[in-house]
């Protein structure tokens, strides 16, 4: 196993896979751990946790830098990641007893309650994109929750993936209790299936979620899937135009594009159209892509060659079918994954770009001639992870968003995003259950009728 730093394409690092053997002595190492894990109070918990939220902002610039040398991440971004590691650390520390305390009901008995018990041991499956803030968001809850974990991360972040159990460890997560497993699909499928196993959680792609949700559940295991998504942002009458534009550029653009909730469907009705489509071209037309460590870069490369080759597929694939690329759209000749800010206009049904998640910095532009023809494009999707309205008639906005569009996260007048204190997740193809809030740390616990 390689780690392949994506703007220069040189080897950073190799890894020996490891093997049955081992993953069968890790998961029941881990399995022995929780059970003397789930005894200890809330309080010992939060105090490792907040241990840990300490050692991410302390080590920030460290983990920024071996973000940008795995995947490309401009380090300015890598040290945000770790700060909101930090805060999903502190919220549940501060928050998971009151999130778990016992529910008293009245019924007929003398006492029932609901109690919250620990599931055991939750295998996650965790992608390149985000590499430290998509393990805490999940790990940070079923920590606190009392569960053990075990971490199979993307091979091309394996130095992110032990960077992550080493900090653990410092704050004082037991050994066993957190590993990394370095395991290729088809271990990965064995591990789903180890007894020891008793949860499964994957953030990816569809493709991805679709396999681990059969395998899992084959064996009748809980799971979370975080899946891809072609988020709509709605350009309404009412909207503050160049608000609207710098927000949907500052969205696609975060993380070079390689977001499953950045806006990547651009949806104006007519009267704007031109106007907007202007604004949002001269604003992509200005972002920097270059060397992830140098503070003028707003654009990394992407994580890994194949990626960006797959996305200038996709986007020749519309062009030949009648899109129009009005910037960027070629791969620039030079060492690395890099791909140019991109817009494309003229996007209709049975394009790439509008049927498909683009994962990387491209923007596709489409005309309407109304609110109601915008909310049918925006829910002609496969995917339901995200979406946005824009209008200066807020409460018409809120309704749309909170009754018309068929999201996990919908928001008005501003960009998706991830926040510990609300819940985060897909419908359709863009997964199952939910992330964050006291919702996400319900997912991985048994919610248990007491009754007497």
């Known amino acids: 196993?390689?780690?392949?730093?994506?703007?220069?394409?040189?080897?950073?690092?190799?890894?020996?896979?490891?093997?049955?053997?081992?993953?069968?002595?890790?998961?029941?190492?881990?399995?022995?751990?929780?059970?003397?894990?789930?005894?200890?109070?809330?309080?010992?918990?939060?105090?490792?946790?907040?241990?840990?939220?300490?050692?991410?902002?302390?080590?920030?610039?460290?983990?920024?830098?071996?973000?940008?040398?795995?995947?490309?991440?401009?380090?300015?971004?890598?040290?945000?990641?770790?700060?909101?590691?930090?805060?999903?650390?502190?919220?549940?520390?501060?928050?998971?007893?009151?999130?778990?305390?016992?529910?008293?009901?009245?019924?007929?008995?003398?006492?029932?309650?609901?109690?919250?018990?620990?599931?055991?041991?939750?295998?996650?499956?965790?992608?390149?994109?985000?590499?430290?803030?998509?393990?805490?968001?999940?790990?940070?809850?079923?920590?606190?929750?009392?569960?053990?974990?075990?971490?199979?991360?993307?091979?091309?972040?394996?130095?992110?993936?032990?960077?992550?159990?080493?900090?653990?460890?410092?704050?004082?997560?037991?050994?066993?209790?957190?590993?990394?497993?370095?395991?290729?699909?088809?271990?990965?499928?064995?591990?789903?299936?180890?007894?020891?196993?008793?949860?499964?959680?994957?953030?990816?792609?569809?493709?991805a979620g679709k396999a681990v949700a059969s395998t899992a559940g084959e064996e009748l295991k809980k799971t979370v899937l975080e899946l891809g998504g072609s988020d709509p942002y709605i350009i309404l009458e009412e909207a503050n135009i160049e608000q609207a534009a710098e927000t949907c550029v500052t969205s696609r653009l975060v993380n070079s594009g390689q977001s499953c909730i950045a806006a990547k469907r651009l949806i104006v009705v007519e009267e704007h159209y031109d106007t907007f489509l202007e604004s949002v071209k001269y604003r992509m037309s200005r972002k920097q892509f270059g060397n992830p460590f140098e503070s003028s870069t707003d654009i990394g490369p992407m994580a890994r060659k194949d990626l960006r080759d797959k996305l200038h597929q996709q986007v020749q694939e519309s062009i030949q079918v009648g899109a129009n690329c009005i910037l960027g759209g070629e791969i620039p000749d030079r060492e690395g994954a890099f791909y140019p800010p991109t817009v494309l206009t003229n996007v209709s049904e049975g394009m790439p770009a509008y049927e498909e998640e683009l994962f990387g910095p491209v923007i596709s532009v489409i005309k309407v001639k109304d609110e109601a023809e915008a909310i049918e494009v925006a829910n002609d999707t496969e995917y339901g992870l995200g979406a946005a309205v824009f209008s200066e008639d807020v409460e018409r906005a809120e309704q749309i968003a909170a009754n018309e569009l068929k999201a996990g996260c919908c928001f008005v007048n501003d960009f998706v995003k991830s926040d510990p204190r609300l819940p985060f997740g897909g419908i359709k193809n863009s997964g199952l259950g939910r992330e964050l809030s006291h919702f996400g740390i319900k997912e991985f616990v048994n919610i248990k009728t007491v009754y007497k």
Request: proline residues 4%; charged residues 25%.
């Open 1 to 207: 196993m390689k780690t392949i730093n994506p703007a220069n394409e040189t080897v950073i690092e190799e890894y020996e896979q490891m093997s049955d053997q081992v993953f069968d002595g890790i998961v029941n190492d881990a399995v022995e751990a929780q059970e003397n894990w789930r005894s200890r109070s809330f309080s010992e918990r939060a105090d490792i946790l907040n241990k840990a939220a300490q050692i991410l902002r302390k080590r920030k610039s460290e983990f920024a830098e071996l973000m940008a040398r795995e995947m490309g991440k401009p380090l300015s971004q890598g040290e945000s990641e770790s700060e909101k590691c930090a805060w999903v650390c502190e919220y549940y520390a501060e928050n998971a007893a009151d999130f778990l305390a016992d529910e008293y009901i009245e019924t007929d008995a003398d006492k029932s309650y609901v109690t919250f018990n620990p599931l055991g041991t939750v295998l996650a499956i965790m992608p390149w994109n985000f590499p430290f803030w998509q393990l805490f968001r999940f790990a940070a809850p079923a920590l606190m929750a009392g569960n053990a974990a075990v971490l199979k991360h993307a091979p091309n972040v394996t130095g992110c993936a032990l960077a992550i159990e080493e900090l653990l460890h410092k704050a004082g997560i037991p050994r066993d209790l957190f590993r990394t497993v370095l395991a290729d699909v088809e271990q990965t499928q064995q591990l789903i299936k180890h007894s020891g196993i008793a949860a499964v959680t994957l953030t990816g792609s569809t493709r």
